[in-house]
């Protein structure tokens, strides 16, 4: 079967700012519930939330700049900066503002469009930088979970929006903020499904 790849193939992904969303297999409500328009965290949803805010202890190029998980979801404002691995940009958690300036990701256009031949999907996206921080958050809960004996599970892949401008980011963070006080009208919302114990 020939899946289409949900990546931009033009666009690396090793440096930039992405508005990015997960999803649990069947949209099934692991993380909490929704109360009086905010979100009240299982034990899972909490080691989730935490583990997105201490990226920065295990990637020293990544920052979150804002993130809120769902019943059954999360989204975030993920910025991978282009400098060496060595050197440290990550904020500590709680401390990015919601208006932060955008850093600078470059140019987003390939020197050149890949050949036939190149693989470039495979070359550039599977391994790229925001590839493995996502699967270092889905790795780290499943692993939480498993250890507990939660028959929990993570939609396969991701998906992700590239901001390229001030306006998007401000736009795209306010959504973020203030995504559980829309959960009834939630494309992720199915109220009748199952829900883990609060």
């Known amino acids: 079967m020939d899946r289409k790849y949900p990546r931009a193939k033009w666009h690396d992904y090793n440096g930039g700012v992405y508005f990015v969303t997960v999803v649990t297999a069947n949209r099934q409500n692991f993380f909490g519930k929704i ?6 965290h299982t034990e899972l949803g909490s080691v989730l939330s935490r583990t ?3 990226c920065y202890k295990h990637y020293n190029d990544v920052k979150v700049d804002c993130h809120t998980v769902m019943p059954n979801h999360f989204h975030a404002i993920i910025s991978i900066s282009r400098s060496p691995v060595g050197s440290r940009h990550a904020a500590a958690p709680g401390t990015p503002p919601v208006s932060a300036p955008l850093p600078n990701p470059g140019c987003l256009l390939p020197p050149r469009h890949p050949e036939e031949s190149d693989n470039f999907t495979a070359r550039n996206h599977h391994n790229a930088r925001l590839s493995a921080v996502i699967g270092g958050i889905k790795s780290a809960v499943k692993r939480y979970a498993n250890q507990r004996e939660i028959a929990f599970a993570w939609q396969a892949n991701f998906h992700d929006h590239i901001i390229r401008n001030q306006r998007a980011y401000d736009f795209i963070a306010e959504y973020i903020r203030t995504n559980p006080q829309r959960w009834d009208t939630d494309r992720f919302c199915q109220n009748n499904q199952y829900e883990t114990s609060i």
């Open 35 to 40: 109360i009086g328009g905010e979100i009240l």
């Open 52 to 54: 997105i805010e201490q």
